[in-house]
């Protein structure tokens, strides 16, 4: 006599389950991939703002010292004498004249 193998409701669940399980890895596969460019972008993003601020408060200074200086060097002017000129500047002084003032009071 030839046994009959027979599908019972627990061989049913267990399929299902074997599908679950096998769905739930491919979902998770992805996960981790789409974690990861996630990641990825913010560490990319990190480093870009990073080196913008260095440009933005690094450029000032290099322009001043590269491009700047030589030609105030070569003129014989240096920061005091851009500073004098720029006391004659009318209603500069008087305004100058006025913060020292209130600043004494």
Wanted: proline content about 3%; glycine content about 8%.
């Amino acid at each position: 006599m030839e046994t009959e193998k027979v599908d019972t409701g627990k061989d049913i669940t267990h399929k299902k389950m074997e599908e679950l399980l096998v769905q739930n890895s491919e979902l998770i596969a992805e996960n981790n991939k789409i974690l990861k460019k996630i990641h990825r972008n913010g560490l990319w993003g990190f480093w870009l703002r990073i080196a913008w601020y260095v440009v933005l408060i690094g450029l000032p200074f290099a322009l001043y010292f590269y491009i700047l200086e030589p030609y105030f060097n070569a003129l014989g002017s240096s920061y005091e004498t851009f500073s004098a000129g720029m006391q004659e500047i009318p209603g500069l002084r008087l305004i100058m004249e006025i913060l020292q003032n209130t600043k004494g009071q």
